[in-house]
């Protein structure tokens, strides 16, 4: 981070943020997302400032199975939704490479039209090869997006898998994008991505392939039949869409209307957004602990040795764990 943004101070952050200027929204977002203990101390002060903002949004977290056109889906919801006078922020988490440590944040170039809208924000969040990174970096972002007026934050995920699941639990509505004719409907039961969403959306839905995404529309919605609801107040809806044509868009987002109508009205809502806050806690705890744990010189002296024991079987992986955390509890 350069020598300007390290002298920002908490305020011009909160003013920046609050008065929507991205420069200084982009900085702040940066900011969290660095592992310097300075940055953070500043951060975690930005955040607390702009946390008690009030802000009516929504978030949705967005995944699908590969080659359903997320990124296109994605642009063409955002920009419907910008038409209604709504202001969106696109949060995609990237993930980077364990091998290189780049990542590839590319969605600026996937979503050139959203990209160029004035009431629309694209942010890609690296997250170090951590699904732990995904959760601080994503969560942090959301609080500073809707601080800045964005009002619906739609958050990309990476593909399917434990992302998902994690997303998951940092958004109010978490949307399934699936393929037609894609062989077996019920592609997503092995993932485990029904369990988890409050709705399937079948896209690609037109021309020769219409016909198969209503097939595939009814199959999906009677596997969500037959399971049980996570929510006691929403049954999860199967629906199709064209993300080329933009047909289904608009019953997409009055069904995600529906919902937040419905869960704020039995107090669901509310609820599940405290229940959030507090994993968010956790989840913090979980990553300074492991990020103590990995820059403690004493701990990485040990490391090679400890390693090498359990790996041929002289020493037990609790023991070792046990040493490591004897060591950093000691300090």
Not at 32 to 38: A, C, G, R, Y
Not at 193 to 200: G, Q, R, S, V
Request: with cysteine.
């Amino acid at each position: 981070m350069n020598d300007s943004r390290q002298r920002l101070s908490v305020s011009n952050y909160v003013d920046g943020v609050l008065n929507c200027d991205r420069a200084l929204l982009a900085q702040a977002i940066t900011l969290i997302e660095s592992l310097n203990d300075d940055h953070r101390a500043t951060a975690d002060a930005v955040l607390n400032e702009l946390l008690i903002q009030k802000q009516d949004s929504i978030r949705i977290g967005i995944t699908g199975v590969p080659g359903v056109g997320k990124s296109t889906f994605i642009e063409s919801f955002g920009k419907q939704l910008t038409s209604l006078d709504h202001k969106v922020a696109v949060l995609a988490v990237d993930p980077t490479s364990s091998r290189t440590g780049g990542s590839i944040l590319g969605d600026k170039t996937r979503m050139q039209e959203l990209s160029r809208d004035k009431n629309a924000f694209i942010r890609p969040s690296p997250t170090s090869g951590t699904l732990g990174g995904v959760t601080r970096v994503t969560r942090e972002t959301i609080v500073l997006c809707e601080a800045a007026g964005f009002d619906v934050i739609l958050v990309e995920t990476v593909g399917v898998g434990q992302s998902e699941i994690m997303v998951s639990q940092m958004v109010d509505f978490f949307l399934a994008l699936m393929l037609p004719g894609a062989g077996d409907e019920l592609q997503g039961i092995k993932k485990g991505i029904l369990e988890i969403a409050d709705m399937i959306a079948v896209n690609k839905a037109d021309g020769e392939m219409k016909n198969a995404a209503n097939r595939a529309v009814m199959e999906y919605q009677h596997a969500l039949d037959i399971l049980n609801p996570k929510s006691a107040n929403w049954k999860p809806r199967s629906l199709s869409c064209s993300a080329f044509t933009g047909d289904g868009l608009a019953a997409i987002w009055e069904t995600i209307c529906d919902y937040k109508r419905l869960l704020k009205d039995a107090g669901e809502w509310q609820e599940k957004r405290k229940s959030q806050q507090v994993e968010w806690m956790w989840a913090i705890i979980r990553e300074r602990i492991l990020s103590k744990i990995e820059t403690n010189e004493k701990v990485q002296s040990l490391v090679p040795q400890l390693e090498l024991q359990v790996a041929e079987s002289k020493l037990t992986p609790a023991l070792a764990a046990l040493e490591i955390l004897t060591v950093v509890g000691n300090e």
